[in-house]
Antibody, heavy 120, light 108 residues
Framework: QVQLQESGPGLVKPSQTLSLTCTVS??????????WSWIRQHPGKGLEWIGY???????YYNPSLKSRVTISVDTSKNQFSLKLSSVTAADTAVYYC????????????WGQGTLVTVSS | EIVLTQSPGTLSLSPGERATLSCRAS???????LAWYQQKPGQAPRLLIY???SRATGIPDRFSGSGSGTDFTLTISRLEPEDFAVYYC?????????FGPGTKVDIK
């Protein structure tokens, strides 16, 4: 059973960089076949896909966030990470990491989510 | 970008009733690459349906999906108490991946 767990600061100051890590257990990122993804949900709102990464390092980002997003992977630690720069209060959200099937990217496994608040 | 619209926004029903949720896309979703998720308060979404009509592992057969092109439907044949939640559709036929705004199914 694949499990994903987000970690990182719950509070980030405006204009700074939000950094989160997702640790995967029960399966290897290096085995291929999946996109490792970040999705966010603003309080009381719907879901927004941020982007995903393949184990090889290939990345795909939502154009609405592309200029501020970097997703990276560390296969030795079985982790992948999100960096979102120049954050504002509008980036306050629950951030989820999730696994998407490589050939048809729907999300079959999700982390529990972590709330990140942007505030001074 | 494909915009997904879900209706109704809220569906008030009683346990045992049938729920019919709609998801409409602003353009055709290729290969019926449409998924449905269930989300309960404080929890991550759970995959119910992929490929418009295939149930994910462990999903009860009271959940069914149908549709193609721009119009998709999630049907819950008989609502159980644990089915009251918010339901989202998601298209994965083109980038960026997008989700609908959700339909809340609450207890009447």
């Amino acid at each position: 059973q694949v499990q994903l767990q987000e970690s990182g600061p719950g509070l980030v100051k405006p204009s700074q960089t939000l950094s989160l890590t997702c640790t995967v257990s029960g399966g290897s990122i290096s085995s291929g076949g999946y996109y490792w993804s970040w999705i966010r949900q603003h309080p009381g709102k719907g879901l927004e896909w941020i982007g995903y990464i393949y184990y090889s390092g290939s990345t795909y980002y939502n154009p609405s966030l592309k200029s501020r997003v970097t997703i990276s992977v560390d296969t030795s630690k079985n982790q992948f990470s999100l960096k979102l720069s120049s954050v504002t209060a509008a980036d306050t959200a629950v951030y989820y990491c999730a696994r998407a099937l490589g050939w048809a990217p729907y999300f079959d496994y999700w982390g529990q989510g972590t709330l990140v608040t942007v505030s001074s | 970008e494909i915009v997904l619209t879900q209706s109704p926004g809220t569906l008030s029903l009683s346990p045992g009733e049938r729920a019919t949720l709609s998801c409409r896309a602003s353009q055709s979703v290729s290969s019926s690459y449409l998924a449905w998720y269930q989300q309960k308060p404080g929890q991550a979404p759970r995959l119910l349906i992929y490929g418009a009509s295939s149930r994910a592992t462990g999903i009860p057969d009271r959940f069914s999906g149908s549709g193609s092109g721009t119009d998709f439907t999630l049907t819950i044949s008989r609502l159980e108490p644990e089915d009251f939640a918010v339901y989202y559709c998601q298209q994965y036929g083109s980038s960026p991946l997008t989700f609908g705004p959700g339909t809340k199914v609450d207890i009447k």
